[in-house]
């Protein structure tokens, strides 16, 4: 060897192995789709996305609520009626849409739509609050009535197979990781609303999913399955204790509003039993511009919802997604927008991008248990007072969860470069451009709307 003069020799050949392979599938998913876990622990995990998706849930009605005129008790009915609807849409979906362990809940996504919605000019004139909530109400049901046709008709059709069929890796990777990085202000900005407990959240929550596993080496894996679980009882009992102690008196009203566990106002407005109907607000109204708008929404989340279910496929440890089960999915996605408008939820459907996040923190992907979750939200939404206990749950801790939960799903996005030429100019363009677009002209309408209102 020291006197050739050809550099080093060879290696054989069963050294050429790559050290870390393309995988189409995860293989360190514990439980896929057809796979599920004892029901004791599957009832625990179905709980554990209930609790994840609850964050959504109740956050769009507090943000909303107020500013269509309505008190606690329009803000727990509400929350009431997503839960409901959600639990529905879920059901459908896993038996008859996609079958993914996909959660469809509320999306965050709707939310300027509808709060222009709320500032049209033919509500201005109502002076009672709570005809005003009532007549914003059916302006969105008929809205969401209306962009509902959309993804029907985009689904059922098979024209988002067809679109679908163009789904490369490379373009996927965009796709996916923005339906995760994209959501980053729901993420910190709100944990730092009130650091007391959103930092001990995020930090307990890393230590029992990352660090405790691989320090206690057991057969069943516990604290990294149901993370989110311990911490967020841990942490809720600590911001609950910081509460009493009167830690927060002598502070802000948003502040205590953040921080405190006794001022959600749900506990009280909550009624004991209460099954939501469908019209329950009044007969839904239809405009034309609002009607518009809500399209355009809904398909920005058919779009959304695209790059959920494939990461829900990959951390689910499923075949790469046929488009033709992408496109029924989409179509099953329109009806559970229906279902909104019916029920009045104040707020379209969507794949939820954190339960997506959650089956990666659990690698866990059964079908089955996502199922048992749509149970619990179902159960939850007609026991009133039972649910606004797990629903006054302090926004900053779910805030601290989702840094994690939509992290796994950008990661889910960053995966598929695998399956890249990353030494080529034209992936690289594509790549860059798009990340970069993607998140820059969001930034232009938040700073627009920053400055106009």
């Excluded at 300027?112 to 969105?140: H, W």
């Amino acid at each position: 060897m020291a006197g050739g003069g050809g550099g080093p020799a060879p290696l054989p050949k069963q050294e050429e192995l790559q050290p870390h392979p393309a995988k189409d599938q995860l293989s360190s998913v514990a439980y896929c789709i057809t796979s599920p876990p004892p029901w004791p622990e599957a009832i625990l995990l179905g709980f554990q996305h209930y609790l994840v998706m609850l964050g959504t849930t109740v956050l769009i009605p507090t943000y909303l609520v107020p500013q269509m005129g309505g008190g606690n008790e329009e803000k727990a009915k509400m929350i009431q009626t997503l839960l409901f609807v959600a639990g529905v849409n879920t059901l459908f979906q896993t038996l008859f849409g996609s079958r993914l362990p996909a959660v469809v809940g509320g999306s965050y996504t709707y939310v300027p739509t509808t709060i222009s919605i709320i500032l049209a000019g033919r509500y201005s004139d109502i002076v009672n609050p709570q005809e005003k909530f009532e007549k914003i109400m059916c302006g969105i049901q008929g809205a969401l009535i209306v962009a509902s046709s959309l993804q029907i008709v985009i689904g059922f059709s098979g024209l988002w197979r067809n679109v679908a069929r163009f789904l490369c890796p490379l373009s996927a990777v965009p796709l996916v990781a923005l339906s995760g990085f994209g959501l980053y202000k729901f993420g910190f900005p709100v944990l730092a609303k009130c650091v007391e407990i959103g930092l001990p959240q995020i930090i307990v929550l890393v230590i029992f999913s990352q660090y405790i596993p691989h320090i206690i080496r057991a057969e069943r894996h516990v604290f990294d399955r149901f993370a989110v679980l311990f911490s967020v009882v841990i942490v809720w009992i600590y911001a609950h204790l910081l509460t009493v102690g009167g830690a927060y008196k002598n502070t802000g009203p948003r502040t205590q509003l953040s921080c405190r566990t006794d001022r959600s106002g749900i506990i009280g407005a909550a009624p004991w039993i209460r099954v939501p109907y469908p019209f329950q607000w009044g007969a839904p109204t239809f405009d034309a511009g609002e009607s518009f708008a809500m399209m355009a929404t809904s398909f920005v989340t058919l779009v959304e919802s695209t790059g959920a279910f494939i990461a829900v496929s990959r951390y689910a440890s499923a075949t790469p997604l046929p488009p033709s089960i992408l496109s029924r999915g989409v179509g099953w996605q329109g009806v559970g927008i229906l279902f909104s408008g019916i029920f009045g939820t104040g707020n379209g459907s969507s794949v939820s991008v954190e339960n997506a996040g959650l089956l990666a923190l659990t690698r866990v992907g059964s079908r089955r248990v996502v199922q048992i979750s749509a149970g619990f939200m179902i159960f939850f939404s007609i026991l009133g007072k039972f649910g606004a206990v797990f629903a006054s749950i302090p926004a900053p801790i779910i805030a601290a969860i989702y840094c994690l939960l939509f992290a796994y799903v950008g990661s889910a996005g960053l995966s598929l470069l695998q399956f890249c030429n990353l030494n080529s100019f034209r992936t690289k363009f594509i790549l860059g451009f798009s990340i970069f677009m993607g998140l820059s002209v969001p930034q232009y309408f938040n700073e627009y709307t920053v400055i106009h209102g």
